[in-house]
């Protein structure tokens, strides 16, 4: 069964039809990846599947749960996590609370004990703590453990964002343009990241301009034109598929 | 936390007089306030102009219920907090739901229509005039003297910045500064982002409706104007002199808020102006507040 399955998807703003009709399904494990030149709805894509926008038309269903339009918070219980293409970094916190904010879920988030400094919770918090800075080591921002977000440059923030999304040890991990603004060595640090992530167990839907990182690693490639499907398959099947190569890659 | 403690144990053998005790209390007695409301704006980013509102709904609630009613002064206390928590509640949900100017709009207006009720309910509150307020006494023992005031006012604060600093490192904590750092994030990061404002709003609130029930019982008599635009600012002022979002900033700008008019106290109507004067200046000068400002200081020195 498809982990996430899109069923006849369409977000309006305004005279902007953002996302047309679009479906296609997710299955466990996988990479699955979407492309598509600026514009083409990607974004609009993930805020709808997180639930930060309303579709206005379509269903999408997690596990096999119509999920709908339900609050972000619900679907981040139900194993979605993500990160964003425009940073969304809390500047006002330390990068390693930034990162703890992903376990939100995972603690006791009552007033009472927190306000007493229940021993339970402190044991459960300092856990957290620990696996929190495992994590920023994992994505490759170990050195910044003890620093504040706003003293973080931004490839850091981009991977401190990802370390965020896997506290909350998702099921489903979006990633908007994980390596936008990277350098070649970077863009391939990002990659080998996210093949230890799926190697995990993590599915995750990619969505990248660098064709290069694209075409490597994706199980599955999903190619978005003015928000309607132009394509779907494996890598080799994109590249060969006339309608993509006139579309999205110029004919090169 | 020690440093506060140590403050509070030694100010004592400084204190020449009881008109300085008083000015202590006072200071303690705006701290406690003040920290419940950094948790609203500097933590979690919410403004509120209204929060003088729920200090005089307090405070009224303790002058009513013992003045009127002969209730002990502690079960009248708890039940303003009670009773302000539910309505703190209730205006909560559609107020928080905006944002920046809307909801300083918004809690600005009722702060205004607390301060009309209780100017206008005057069989209830005595209307402009004001009312007189029992002692405080608890198993009948009557607290007076500026030294017993001290050392309850005292004791309240470090257990109120206690349970602040516990709630600020927890997961509540963290929930409240992420929704202030980014919504988005603390949502998809699974933060019930309107819970958690509805939350801290009714906490600051509860906190609110204590310490008005102590000023009422330490001076003996309150007023509607406890509950004036004026008054909320004020506190504001205290949060953003202070520090947003640091808990120890709260006493300092309690402190430093509450000692003007005293400082000032040569001349009359001054306060206003000096009062204004520092919170351009702080804003310009240290956006931050005075305690973040000088600890980031320290730290590079
Ligand atoms: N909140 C919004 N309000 C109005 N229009 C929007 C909004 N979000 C996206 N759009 C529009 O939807 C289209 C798709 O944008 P987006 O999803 O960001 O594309 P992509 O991520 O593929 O570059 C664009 O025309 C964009 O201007
Ligand atoms: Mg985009």
């Known amino acids: ?252 | 936390m020690l440093v506060t403690a140590a403050v509070i144990l030694a100010l004592p053998l400084f204190l020449p007089n009881p008109f300085y005790y008083d000015v202590v209390i006072r200071i303690g007695m705006n701290a406690i306030m003040v920290v419940g409301l950094n948790l609203l704006i500097g933590y979690a980013g919410q403004i509120s102009l209204g929060h003088a509102g729920f200090l005089a709904l307090g405070a009224y609630a303790s002058g009513i219920l013992t003045g009127r009613y002969g209730w002990p002064p502690i079960a009248a206390m708890a039940a303003g907090m009670a009773g302000v928590g539910i309505l703190a509640y209730v205006l909560a949900r559609p107020i928080l739901k905006l944002k920046g100017h809307y909801l300083a709009m918004a809690t600005l207006g009722m702060g205004i229509i607390i301060f009309i009720v209780l100017t206008q309910e005057s069989q209830w509150t005595g209307g402009p005039d004001g009312m007189s307020v029992p002692a405080f006494s608890l198993l009948g023992r009557e607290l007076s003297g500026e030294k017993n005031w001290y050392w309850v006012t005292g004791a309240l604060l470090m257990l109120a910045l206690w349970l602040a600093l516990n709630v600020i490192d927890s997961p509540v904590g963290r929930a409240l500064r992420a929704l202030h750092g980014s919504e988005v994030a603390a949502q998809v990061a699974g933060v019930d982002t309107s819970h958690f404002k509805v939350l801290v709003f009714v906490l600051s609130a509860v906190i609110a409706s204590a310490t008005g029930s102590l000023m009422a019982h330490y001076i003996g008599f309150i007023t509607p104007t406890v509950s004036s635009f004026f008054h909320s600012i004020e506190l504001v002022t205290m949060v953003v002199v202070g520090g947003m979002a640091s808990i120890f900033g709260s006493v300092v700008g309690a402190a430093i808020l509450t000692m003007l008019p005293q400082l000032l106290s040569g001349f009359e109507g001054f306060e206003l102006v000096a009062f204004g004067a520092i919170l351009m200046l702080t804003m310009i000068f240290m956006p931050r507040g005075l305690v973040p400002t000088l600890a980031a200081k320290l730290r590079r020195a």
């Open chain 1, 1 to 252: 069964m498809a982990l996430l399955e899109v069923r006849d998807l369409d977000m309006v703003f305004g005279g902007v039809h953002a996302v047309q009709n679009l479906s296609f399904s997710v299955r466990p494990g996988t990479i699955h990846s979407v492309i598509g030149p600026n514009g083409a709805g990607k974004t609009t894509l993930f805020n709808m599947i997180t639930g930060l926008y309303k579709p206005t038309r379509g269903a999408i269903y997690l596990g096999g749960d119509a999920v709908t339009a339900k609050p972000p918070h619900e679907l981040a219980r139900k194993g979605m996590s993500r990160t964003f293409q425009n940073l969304q970094i809390c500047f006002n916190m330390s990068a390693l609370d930034n990162v703890m904010v992903g376990s939100h879920l995972r603690l006791n988030q009552r007033l009472m004990p927190a306000m007493l400094r229940l021993p339970k919770l402190k044991k459960a918090d300092s856990a957290c703590r620990e696996q929190a800075a495992e994590l920023m080591k994992f994505v490759g921002v170990g050195q910044y453990v003890k620093a504040d977000a706003s003293q973080m440059p931004y490839g850091a923030l981009k991977r401190l964002e990802i370390a965020r999304a896997l506290a909350a040890k998702p099921k489903l991990l979006l990633l908007d343009e994980p390596a936008a603004g990277l350098n070649n060595t970077e863009t391939k640090e990002i990659d080998e990241l996210i093949q230890k992530v799926a190697h995990s167990g993590v599915t995750v839907v990619l969505v990248e301009h660098d064709m290069k990182l694209v075409m490597g690693i994706s199980d599955h490639i999903l190619v978005l034109d003015y928000g309607k499907k132009l394509a779907e398959g494996t890598a080799e099947e994109i590249r060969r598929n006339p309608d993509v190569i006139v579309a999205y890659l110029g004919g090169a």
